[in-house]
């Protein structure tokens, strides 16, 4: 037994794998076909500093360390940068040894790839093996299939916060902008970069001083802070984006608790960007081992029930409510090496909160047996469990996935859920057994519901699809039509094609019109909503989502095809790729138009009770504030409160309440990515109830 102690010290100009010329990179140690340890990505560096030590226990001299550079591709495979061997017989023992390495690329060898420098030391090492090891197997794990990087556990038996704290930022504008354009203006957007995470601002058309109001947050992974990157942009159609100018924020500068109003120059071009700055202690996201399940203890659930309980609505309204998903095991995985086995892992996601658990090796049926808590800040969020296997020399294989809404979640109870497919259409192969509980303020929930959606700065980009651009305008030609019928059906009341129809129209129209009063309007909808409810507990609701899902399996297959024709696909990517970018947007804009119909048509079929329920509450308000306040006085209060909004609160960012309602519900193909799948009647673990707390 022997321990090899590295620091591994820089590299030297390494190979350039991105279109501006440099590269992210970072580096990987195998012994075998372990990887023992790997670096943190240094960006925009080809003779990167990394003064980074790793403490290796060696069984044996024999196999050499394998040293492999990559550059990290956000959203897309890594790209290798070269790798070498260092020679473990080739130490002295106990002496301190600098090495340089030279690394090559088997696919071509006459190409200079650059050199990486190392400080090694080997010393033997007696008795039984420490957990040295098992502390390098815990460094930062990245995979690009599901872009994220989280810390192995390092103890099984405590719990450990993944995070120290949550950055918001608030771009609020920019001014003087660089003008990249002919006419003298620029379209203007926004890139944040803290470590892995990314955000990209909404598009500011023609204009040198735009105006952005965006709010979003970042996580603080180290206790000093870190580093805000963040460039602007003119976005070019057609061609490269321009760039205006860069800047950063040292966070270990800002004090916590605190709102920083920030007005940056611009570097590399002209203008400034004003922001808001806050820094949070958060300790609300943790892992832990099932048998240290802290809320099993009576007094801190105890502590949870009255920390959302009905009396305390106005105690930190961000704070809705708290999750704990309990990751128990699974079975019949698919089996994803060459050996018949896989080696899973689970990634536990709420928005952007997003934690792993340990990696179970050559196993199809893991068990983690891990506890996973979240603050919820928004009750609609969507719990995805994704599992993958890890492969040390290649990003992680998908092997399946379960989108469950938090409000669809039964309380305490372990249930077996049916692995899907990537897109959430079908079953694959396995089950994963979960227990999860949330418990909620359902004041503080329906607030939070009028206000934007945490948007995600994780997520896939827009591809352009045939299928998805064919299913878009069949869900948008559906709304139209729907539309189109109820015209049709008005006029053949004016047309007395059914006499006793057309009669009782033409009395309802006299009577509604003479006996109008605005408050009808919520009234009718809220009749509406009423009369929905008691056809669905009647049995009578009609409701038909087979097409939907007729459609989408049917996407899942001529995907298959595209697939099993490569080739073929290339050709038609190639023949479109110059209006590749236009396409993407009509396919997005269907998908919004037929999106935000669906949600209306879902919000009255009771898809989401809480939802509709809440409805009914804003509906009743609207009607009596109607009924019994003058149309004058409340345009009145609706124009001095506009118009005083910028007085008030200067940086107040912009929403539509109605618009924000609408977005938690769900479209049809939403119901179906959440639609849970029976299990095989094999699957049917024991079943705990507890008290439904939500």
């Known amino acids: 037994m022997y321990q090899l102690d590295i620091t591994l010290r820089r590299g030297q100009s390494l190979a350039a794998r991105d279109r501006g010329g440099t590269s992210d990179p970072y580096v990987k140690f195998k012994i075998g076909r372990k990887e023992v340890f790997r670096s943190k990505i240094i960006h925009k560096n080809l003779n990167p500093v990394w003064e980074e030590k790793a403490c290796i226990l060696v069984d044996h001299l024999r196999e050499p360390l394998y040293i492999k550079v990559f550059d990290y591709d956000f959203g897309l495979q890594d790209d290798f940068m070269g790798s070498a061997f260092l020679d473990l017989t080739q130490l002295e023992i106990n002496r301190p040894t600098d090495v340089i390495l030279t690394l090559k690329d088997s696919h071509y060898p006459d190409h200079d790839l650059g050199n990486i420098l190392l400080s090694v030391v080997l010393t033997p090492k007696e008795g039984e093996p420490r957990d040295v090891t098992m502390l390098m197997r815990k460094s930062w794990k990245r995979s690009s299939k599901f872009q994220t990087q989280s810390l192995r556990l390092s103890d099984q038996h405590r719990k450990s916060h993944l995070w120290r704290g949550i950055v918001s930022i608030t771009l609020i504008e920019g001014r003087d902008l660089k003008a990249m354009d002919s006419n003298g203006l620029s379209d203007p957007y926004v890139k944040f970069r803290l470590g892995h995470q990314k955000y990209k601002s909404k598009i500011m058309p023609k204009t040198l001083n735009p ?269 139209v039509m729907v539309l189109v019928s109820a015209a049709y059906y008005v006029n053949s009341c004016f047309d007395w094609e059914s006499p006793p129809r057309s009669l009782a129209a033409f009395v309802l129209f006299l009577f509604v019109v003479w006996n109008f009063e605005l408050y009808m309007i919520p009234l009718v909808l809220l009749l509406l909503l009423t009369w929905q409810y008691f056809l669905i ?93 003058p149309l004058r006085y409340i345009v009145l209060l609706w124009g001095i409160n506009k118009f005083t909004k910028k007085l008030r609160s200067p940086y107040a960012i912009d929403n539509n309440e109605l618009l924000d309602f609408l977005s938690r519900v769900p479209s049809d193909v939403q119901v179906v990515q959440y639609q849970e799948l029976k299990p095989d009647p094999s699957h049917s673990p024991c079943k705990r109830k507890k008290n439904n707390l939500g």
Request: proline residues 2%.
């Open 211 to 479: 105006q952005w109001r965006e709010q979003f947050d970042f996580h603080l992974y180290e206790e000093r802070g870190g580093i805000i990157d963040i460039t602007a942009w003119d976005k070019d159609a057609g061609k490269r984006d321009d760039f205006i100018g860069r800047c950063q924020v040292d966070l270990s500068s800002l004090s916590r608790e605190q709102t920083h109003k920030l007005e940056l120059q611009l570097e590399e071009g002209e203008g400034h960007l004003v922001l808001l700055v806050t820094l949070t202690a958060s300790a609300t996201v943790s892992i832990s081992d099932l048998a240290v399940n802290s809320l099993e203890d009576q007094k801190e659930r105890e502590e949870i029930l009255k920390r959302y309980s009905p009396l305390r609505i106005f105690h930190n309204l961000k704070d809705v409510g708290f999750l704990q998903v309990k990751v128990i095991k699974a079975e019949g995985l698919m089996a994803a090496d060459v050996t018949g086995k896989s080696d899973p892992f689970c990634v536990i996601e709420v928005n952007n909160d997003r934690l792993l658990t340990h990696t179970v090796y050559k196993n199809l049926n893991p068990e983690w047996n891990k506890v996973f808590t979240f603050n919820i800040k928004d009750i609609h969020s969507v719990l995805e469990v994704t599992v993958y296997d890890e492969d040390r020399d290649r990003s992680a294989d998908f092997l399946g996935k379960v989108a469950i809404p938090l409000l669809s979640i039964q309380n305490g109870e372990q249930k077996a859920y049916v692995l899907k497919n990537k897109q959430l259409t079908g079953p694959t192969k396995g089950v994963i057994y979960l227990e999860i509980d949330v418990i909620f303020n359902a004041v503080k929930a329906s607030l939070r519901t009028l206000i934007p959606k945490e948007q995600k700065y994780i997520e896939e980009e827009n591809r352009l699809s045939k299928q998805l651009l064919l299913r878009n305008f069949i869900r948008t030609k559906r709304c």
């Open 537 to 629: 507990i009647s049995g009578k609701d009609n409701r038909q989502r087979d097409t939907v899902m007729e459609d989408m399996l049917e996407d899942e297959e001529e995907e298959d095809d595209k697939d099993d024709k490569d080739s073929e696909k290339k050709g038609f990517i190639n023949k479109i790729y110059a209006i590749q970018e236009v396409c993407i947007s009509v396919q997005n804009v269907l998908d919004e138009v037929a999106s935000f119909g669906e949600r209306i048509k879902n919000t009255f079929n009771w898809t989401v009770p809480f939802l509709s329920w809440l409805a009914i509450v804003a509906l009743c308000v609207f009607t009596v504030i109607l009924y019994f306040i």
